[in-house]
């Protein structure tokens, strides 16, 4: 069996990106919400919603992998496979989806949202055992960056905290990348 995870560094990780979401929540006006990304299509608003998503994903992916992650690695990699053929429509809903979710979701309810999310995996991640943590499946490298072909429940409570770094450097309000209304 791999090393044991890391708990407390992935649990230090989670705390450093809630206090960080909560600022720049917490400081961006509507005109900074409002204001284009460095990198994206997305404004600073959707580009948030995008990163609180990165984390609301991983509830879904934590069963994707403890289901096919029993089977035979064959069924895992043709899924993997299949969805890798699916990019381009899954790149289209990717990119709609905080379109229209932070109409939905304004800040007050990011902010809460993310405390729910990063609460309810903490509590799962406290309660994973070891053989668990070890257990995993193939992924569609296709659709980010930092899925790798073969990723473990571990790497998968990892992922959220990589994605959101990622993104919140493309940030245009003071705490992202430091270029505020630059764009």
Known sequence: MANPMDRQAVYEDYE???RTFHELLGAASEADLARPTHGTKWNNGQLLWH????YMVVRALLVLVRTLGRLPRAVGKTFARLLDAGTVPFDRVNYAGPRGAVKV???RRMDAAFDRVLDSLLRRLASESEADLARGMHFPVR???FFEDFMTLAD???YPTRHFDFHHRQLTLSGGDGHQGEG
């Open 156 to 158: 998968i409570y990892r």
């Open 105 to 107: 979701f304004g800040p």
């Open 51 to 54: 990163m609180l998503f990165g």
């Open 143 to 145: 659709w980010d960056p």
């Open 16 to 18: 450093r990106a809630r």
